[in-house]
């Protein structure tokens, strides 16, 4: 069972470079959710969606944009990448609103 | 943004102590999950508590919920090397978000 997929699982950027992160569950989950992981700061929240067609912003939106055009797939844009935003990125799904995350392996992204 | 407080940040126990981690909200949590995070991977959970003063148990893990839902606290007895890792809560509140505590890294010793 593949769970959720976050490709790519690493990659580096120069200052002012876009790209695309993508994840993907199998699981037929409608609640996706994109986090950010730096150390001592725990994992914040960056946007979510609730369903296919639906995204909603996070704690630390600025900077981030997504995407939900099918229900397993969430996306997550960087459209001018920052140093600030060098981080691992983790995506997660579930299936009800208290229902358990489950997490994708993560994406080292390192700007520079 | 609800703030979730996480204490301790950092923990370094030798195998067989007791301890304690605790995770705190001026908020009303709908819900609230704990997490174990291994280096290099994604979290896993370990619990979801939803009814104020509900006691969980798995194995030597222990986890309490608040009677008035804004805390928690896990207790893990007689700890193991296999329980190092980065124990993280989070909570749930009226919305579809869940937001995480910053966490506690535990490190036990043999």
């Known amino acids: 069972n593949a769970g959720v997929t976050q490709t790519p699982k690493f990659r580096v950027l120069k200052t002012g470079q876009?790209?695309?992160?993508?994840?993907?569950?199998?699981?037929?989950?409608?609640?996706?959710?994109?986090?950010?992981?730096?150390?001592?700061?725990?994992?914040?929240?960056?946007?979510?969606?609730?369903?296919?067609?639906?995204?909603?912003?996070?704690?630390?939106?600025?900077?981030?944009?997504?995407?939900?055009?099918?229900?397993?797939?969430?996306?997550?844009?960087?459209?001018?990448?920052?140093?600030?935003?060098?981080?691992?990125?983790?995506?997660?799904?579930?299936?009800?609103?208290?229902g358990e995350l489950f997490f994708g392996e993560g994406s080292r992204l390192t700007v520079l | 943004t609800q703030l979730l407080e996480q204490s301790p940040q950092f923990l370094s126990i030798q195998e067989g102590e007791n301890l304690t981690v605790y995770c705190n909200s001026s908020s009303v949590f709908s819900s609230l999950q704990w997490y174990r995070q291994e280096p290099g991977e994604g979290p896993v959970l370990l619990v979801t508590v939803v009814t104020g003063g509900e006691v969980k148990k798995l194995k030597r893990l222990t986890f309490q919920f608040g009677d008035a839902r804004k805390d928690s606290s896990l207790h893990i007895t007689a700890a193991q090397p296999g329980d190092t890792g980065l124990y993280l809560c989070a909570g749930g509140y009226s919305g579809y978000a869940l937001n995480f505590g910053k966490g506690t890294s535990l490190l036990v010793t043999p």
């Not at chain 1, 944009?65 to 799904?93: D, H, I, M, W």
Request: aromatic share 12%.
């Open chain 1, 18 to 98: 876009s790209m695309t992160l993508l994840c993907a569950q199998d699981m037929n989950h409608e609640y996706m959710y994109w986090y950010r992981q730096d150390p001592g700061m725990g994992l914040r929240l960056i946007h979510y969606s609730v369903g296919e067609g639906t995204t909603a912003k996070g704690e630390v939106p600025d900077g981030y944009n997504v995407s939900r055009l099918k229900k397993q797939n969430f996306l997550l844009g960087l459209e001018s990448a920052a140093p600030s935003q060098t981080s691992v990125y983790f995506c997660a799904s579930r299936t009800s609103r208290t």
